[in-house]
């Protein structure tokens, strides 16, 4: 019964690099969301995506951040010419559907650490 | 725009005691609401959710919320606290119409439960 995937879960880039992260969702979930979690912010949202759709992108800066959700694959957060202040704990979830009240599952996160 | 505030950083009690982390929204329209547990280095765990009906919610390890629409809370207690209990909590709200709506989670609640 595997839950959401996220890998790395530890991820060190220095400034200027590109950083990819990787989500698996839950087998059947066709919903994905990314959050990003800075101490003592809690938990951010940054974009929703359905297969090979991007929903609602609200939440990402307009530059650098990029994500996909391809037919195949898992979903891919991007985060091009990495700063400094880019270093936080970034956390996927998947969900069955988004009718009435479907909880969200959580991966356990990549680390993000810029130097 | 929707908003969850966690008024307490963090809230301590004793092993046997109860407990209550305090949460209240603003949403537009009848909420849905949720209750998240994060453990170190994890993801969020789903705890409990209020949609609609009795506005006591009973939820995983001997958790409750009281939902009070008048007071826009949605109140996490526990009759008597474990130390295993010690986590980090967060409240999430979205709204009940159809279709997607974005899921807004509180900057969190971290619960220390003293031996």
């Known amino acids: 019964n595997a839950g959401v995937m996220q890998n790395p879960r530890h991820l060190v880039r220095r400034r200027g690099q590109e950083a990819r992260l990787r989500c698996s969702p839950m087998k059947g979930h066709s919903h994905v969301y990314w959050y990003r979690q800075l101490p003592e912010e809690g938990l951010k949202f940054m974009v929703y995506l359905q297969k090979e759709n991007i929903i609602d992108e609200s939440g990402m800066p307009k530059e650098r951040f990029s994500a996909e959700f391809p037919k195949e694959g898992p979903s891919i957060l991007r985060i091009q010419q990495v700063v400094r202040g880019d270093s936080a704990a970034y956390f996927c979830?998947?969900?069955?559907?988004?009718?009435?009240?479907?909880?969200?599952?959580f991966g356990n996160g990549t680390r993000l650490t810029v130097t | 725009a929707q908003s969850v505030a966690q008024p307490e950083d963090q809230v301590n009690v004793a092993e046997g005691n109860p407990l209550t982390v305090k949460c209240t929204y603003s949403?537009?329209?009848?909420?849905?609401l949720f209750w998240y547990v994060q453990y170190p280095n994890r993801g969020l765990q789903f705890l409990l959710k209020?949609?609609?009906?009795?506005?006591l919610v009973k939820g995983s390890y001997g958790f409750e919320a009281e939902f009070n629409k008048s007071q826009t809370s949605f109140h996490l207690k526990k009759p008597s606290a474990l130390v295993s209990d010690s986590a980090l909590y967060f409240c999430a709200v979205r709204a009940s119409r159809g279709g997607y709506q974005k899921v807004t989670f509180g900057t969190g609640t971290k619960l220390q439960v003293i031996p």
């Open positions: 979830a998947s969900s069955l559907d988004t009718i009435l009240n479907s909880p969200l599952h």
């Open positions: 209020y949609i609609t009906g009795d506005n």
């Open positions: 949403v537009s329209g009848n909420p849905y």
